[in-house]
T-cell receptor, first 114, second 114 residues
Framework: EAQVTQNPRYLITVTGKKLTVTCSQN?????MSWYRQDPGLGLRQIYY???????DKGDVPEGYKVSRKEKRNFPLILESPSPNQTSLYFC?????????????FGPGTRLTVL | QQPVQSPQAVILREGEDAVINCSSS?????VHWYRQKHGEAPVFLMI?????EQKGHDKISASFNEKKQQSSLYLTASQLSYSGTYFC???????????????FGQGTILTVHP
């Protein structure tokens, strides 16, 4: 089944404890992206990647890191999480590098930072 | 800066029509529309590209006024399944096109009653 998977789906952690949220797609998509969703603010893009080894900042990159070493994986790293990073996170992928096709979203990861 | 969506919320009876607007302060390369149901991931509806190309659902239509930096999503003969939050996302031309950088609006909540 064609899909975008995220792990974990739920995570409660404490301030300063490094964590990684994994994202993987099995559709051979070029483009991948991370978003966070907060009430009243809609979806905000954190980072995106148009190809392997190519990543760029979205609108809210502060406090996050990403890497794209393989086409299928795009992990999101929080080196020192803070409570303001408590949010619902979505990973998405799209066929072409230039975002001219639909994005497929993963199921989301709900992160709570205490 | 996020595009501005209007209205913020709309309530319909089945069979009624609705229009959701998306307005940006920046010159746009493309507009993307997604619908999200409560507790689920966003789902693709439509992409409108500068120059007139559209990709999306047969039963949902949209327009893209490049000069006014605006897009509208038209929902006709609404069904119960149309309920959800609608988001527009924009790729901007400003300062050199940032392909792949997608900025979403705050969302429009659509509720369809029997």
């Amino acid at each position: 089944e064609a899909q975008v998977t995220q792990n974990p789906r739920y995570l409660i952690t404490v301030t300063g404890k490094k964590l990684t949220v994994t994202c993987s797609q099995n559709m051979n998509h070029e483009y991948m992206s991370w978003y966070r969703q907060d009430p009243g603010l809609g979806l905000r893009q954190i980072y995106y990647s148009m190809n392997v080894e190519v990543t760029d900042k979205g609108d809210v990159p502060e406090g996050y890191k990403v890497s794209r070493k393989e086409k299928r994986n795009f992990p999101l790293i929080l080196e020192s999480p803070s409570p303001n990073q408590t949010s619902l996170y979505f990973c998405a992928s799209s066929l072409s590098s230039y975002l001219q096709n639909e994005q497929f979203f993963g199921p989301g990861t709900r992160l709570t930072v205490l | 800066q996020q595009p501005v969506q209007s209205p913020q919320a709309v309530i319909l009876r089945e069979g009624e029509d609705a229009v959701i607007n998306c307005s940006s302060s920046k010159a746009l390369y493309s507009v993307h529309w997604y619908r999200q149901k409560h507790g689920e991931a966003p789902v693709f509806l439509m992409i409108l590209l500068k120059g007139g190309e559209q990709k999306g659902h047969d039963k949902i239509s949209a327009s893209f006024n490049e000069k006014k930096q605006q897009s509208s999503l038209y929902l006709t003969a609404s069904q119960l399944s149309y309920s959800g939050t609608y988001f527009c996302g924009t790729e901007s031309n400003a300062g050199g096109t940032s392909y792949g950088k997608l900025t979403f609006g705050q969302g429009t909540i659509l509720t369809v009653h029997p």
